[in-house]
């Protein structure tokens, strides 16, 4: 790192750590924070199928009576692939962020290139 800044150990460790709960804690921090996903929040609620993609995630998914997965495909299918990614880089960058906390949520295949 050729920066002046000190760098943590741990990448998101501002918004992370252990007793943190990922999605009532580290995903809010790391989403709102300028330096962390500030701007991968940005583009997908700037950007309106993204925001039904969220709800749709988020919200239908979470209530629905059929599994998960089955409801979050049909999210996928019913969105457009720019919204898709934008939602896509703003999960990845959360759970770059919140390691710790999302460790399952995040899977041991995410790369984040840390």
């Given at each position: 790192?050729?920066?002046?800044?000190?760098?943590?150990?741990?990448?998101?460790?501002?918004?992370?750590?252990?007793?943190?709960?990922?999605?009532?804690?580290?995903y809010g921090c790391a989403a709102f924070e300028s330096t962390?996903?500030?701007?991968?929040?940005?583009?997908?609620?700037?950007?309106?199928?993204?925001?039904?993609?969220?709800?749709?995630?988020?919200?239908?998914?979470?209530?629905?009576?059929?599994?998960?997965?089955?409801?979050?495909?049909?999210?996928?299918?019913?969105?457009?692939?720019?919204?898709?990614?934008?939602?896509?880089?703003?999960?990845?960058?959360?759970?770059?962020?919140?390691?710790?906390?999302?460790?399952?949520?995040?899977?041991?295949?995410?790369?984040?290139?840390?």
């Amino acid at each position: 790192d050729s920066d002046t800044d000190t760098d943590s150990a741990v990448p998101g460790i501002v918004c992370d750590g252990a007793g943190v709960d990922c999605y009532t804690e580290c995903y809010g921090c790391a989403a709102f924070e300028s330096t962390l996903c500030g701007d991968e929040y940005g583009a997908c609620m700037e950007n309106a199928d993204c925001i039904s993609y969220t709800d749709c995630l988020w919200v239908d998914c979470s209530m629905s009576m059929e599994s998960w997965v089955d409801c979050a495909a049909d999210c996928r299918a019913a969105t457009t692939e720019l919204a898709a990614s934008y939602f896509e880089a703003l999960e990845k960058c959360i759970f770059c962020h919140c390691r710790i906390s999302c460790e399952q949520e995040a899977g041991e295949s995410l790369t984040c290139g840390y």
